[in-house]
T-cell receptor, first 116, second 110 residues
Framework: DTEVTQTPKHLVMGMTNKKSLKCEQH?????MYWYKQKAKKPPELMFV???????INESVPSRFSPECPNSSLLNLHLHALQPEDSALYLC???????????????FGEGSRLTVL | QKEVEQNSGPLSVPEGAIASLNCTYS??????FFWYRQYSGKSPELIMS????GDKEDGRFTAQLNKASQYVSLLIRDSQPSDSATYLC??????????FGPGTRLSVLP
């Protein structure tokens, strides 16, 4: 069983809808991530939160808005999306780096988003 | 541009054989290396992490790291049809910056 849980598992939305993806981890990790993955491509980093502060934003369009309410929760708010935003959205978490070595990255099961 | 490269495959091996998956990376400062398995339609699952030069074994899996050659590999012994998946190599040089390779699709034939 994954210790990173994501809801919903599937989401269909229109281009004018507002929806949110949710992620929760119970591993005590202080870094949480959003990745986007298209078919037959590797995960593509969108955002990283470290100690509840946004540390990396990979020039993601403003129609994606991340939020980290506390160290265990991560949300991704979606508004005015385009059909090309349809993808698998993956949440992940990791431990802090120690002496230059990064912690392992653990993924949730993902939320499959379809934009009509 | 930091890059991680893998052969896209498909790599086909017969059941019971050794599957060898390779990964090269461009950032010489990279310190942490990971292999993930991803079944079609599912999320990536961590198989192994490796931080030091040499071999690291876990069950049927062996990761090999050679920092001088900037090369990481994953060997799967006694391959099973259930090992058929895409294998992603990921590299990290510090902090939260994980760079993923394009993945190698492995097919284990019964």
């Amino acid at each position: 069983d994954t210790e990173v849980t994501q809801t919903p598992k599937h989401l269909v939305m229109g281009m004018t809808n507002k929806k949110s993806l949710k992620c929760e981890q119970h591993m005590g990790h202080r870094a949480m991530y959003w990745y986007k993955q298209k078919a037959k491509k590797p995960p593509e980093l969108m955002f990283v939160y470290s100690y509840e502060k946004l540390s990396i934003n990979e020039s993601v369009p403003s129609r994606f808005s991340p939020e980290c309410p506390n160290s265990s929760l991560l949300n991704l708010h979606l508004h005015a999306l385009q059909p090309e935003d349809s993808a698998l959205y993956l949440c992940a978490s990791s431990q802090e780096s120690v002496q230059g070595y990064s912690g392992e990255l653990f993924f949730g099961e993902g939320s499959r988003l379809t934009v009509l | 541009q930091k890059e991680v490269e893998q052969n896209s495959g498909p790599l086909s091996v017969p059941e019971g054989a050794i599957a060898s998956l390779n990964c090269t990376y461009s950032d010489r400062g990279s310190q942490s290396f990971f292999w993930y398995r991803q079944y079609s339609g599912k999320s990536p699952e961590l198989i192994m992490s490796i931080y030091s030069n040499g071999d690291k074994e876990d069950g049927r899996f062996t990761a090999q790291l050679n920092k001088a050659s900037q090369y990481v590999s994953l060997l799967i012994r006694d391959s099973q049809p259930s090992d058929s998946a895409t294998y992603l190599c990921a590299v990290n040089n510090y902090g939260q910056n994980f760079v993923f390779g394009p993945g190698t699709r492995l097919s284990v034939l019964p």
